[in-house]
C-alpha cells in the first residue's frame, strides 16, 4: 500500500475522465456476456478497449515487484470466486453464472478502479438477491460519506445492510485510496470494530470502495493460482466497487455516470 498524496485540481481533472472513461469500457464488456463466452475473450475485450481508451490496463503486470505478475487486464471471478479470478479460455460462462469483473486502468497518469457483479443469462432467486444487497450495501456507505464523516459511517452502514439482509461480510479484503497508485492509503474495511482504527474523510481525497459480500460465511481462502480468492464453504459471492472524490457535502462517483 503507498503512501496517500493529496491530489492537485488537474489530476482530479485527469482522474474523472479516468473514470468517465473505465466505465465506459466496462460496460462494454457487460454487453459481451453471455453463456457461451470464454473468461479470456472477456479480457481481451477489455485490453482493446482500454488501450482504444487511450488508457493503460493497470491489472496487466501488477505484483511483478512480488515475483507474481497478474497476467490479465480484467479480473473474472465466477460464483464462489470473490476476486482476482485470472480470464482463462477453458472457464466459459454459463446460464446461471454470477461473474464478477474488476478492471482498472490509467489515463494521464491517474488510476481508477471499479468492478461489478453481472447476471449471466438466467439466475437464481438467491443469486439475483445477493446481488441486489451488494449493490445497495455500496450505495448506503457512499451516502454516509463526506467531509468530515468517519470510516465508521461508512463501514456500519455496509455491514449493517449486508447482515441485515442475512450475508456476510469478507473482513480479507477492503476497499483503499488510489489515484496516483492502484493501491494506496487509506485501507477503507467494508466493516468496523473497536480494534480498527478510525478516520475522518477530508475533501480530495480519493477512495475504490468494494464491498465483497458473501452468501454463507465470511471466510475466504486463496485459490492454487495464487491469486483468486474463494469462499471456504464454496457459495456465492458478489463484488460492487466504485471511485469516489470526497466532497464538503457528499462524493463523486467518477466511475458512474
Known sequence: ???????????????????????TVLATVIQAVQPGISTKELDTIAEREIRAAGGIPIFKGYGSEWGK????????????????????????????????????????????????????GSVS???????????????????NIRAGAHLSDYARAVQGHAERNGYAVVRDLVGHGVG????????????????????????????????MINAGGLQVRIAPDGWTFVTNDGKLSAHFEDTIIVTESGTEIVTRG
Open 69 to 120: 505478475p497478474f497476467p490479465a487486464s480484467l479480473c473474472t471471478s465466477l460464483n464462489q470466486e470473490v476476486v482476482h479470478g485470472i480470464p482463462s479460455e477453458k472457464r466459459v460462462l454459463r446460464e446461471g453464472d454470477l461473474v464478477k469483473l474488476d478492471i482498472g486502468l490509467r489515463f494521464e497518469g491517474m488510476v481508477t478502479d471499479m468492478a461489478r457483479t453481472v447476471a449471466v
Open 1 to 23: 500500500m503507498k503512501e496517500y498524496r493529496e491530489k492537485s485540481a488537474q489530476e482530479l481533472k485527469s482522474l474523472r475522465e479516468s473514470g468517465k472513461r473505465l466505465r
Open 125 to 143: 432467486a438467491e443469486a439475483e438477491r445477493l446481488l441486489r444487497i451488494t449493490r445497495e450495501s455500496l450505495d448506503f456507505g457512499i451516502e
Open 180 to 211: 496516483h497508485e492502484l493501491h494506496e492509503d487509506p485501507q477503507v474495511p467494508n466493516y468496523f470494530h473497536a480494534g480498527i482504527r478510525d478516520f475522518a474523510f477530508t475533501k480530495g481525497m480519493v477512495l475504490a470502495l468494494e464491498p
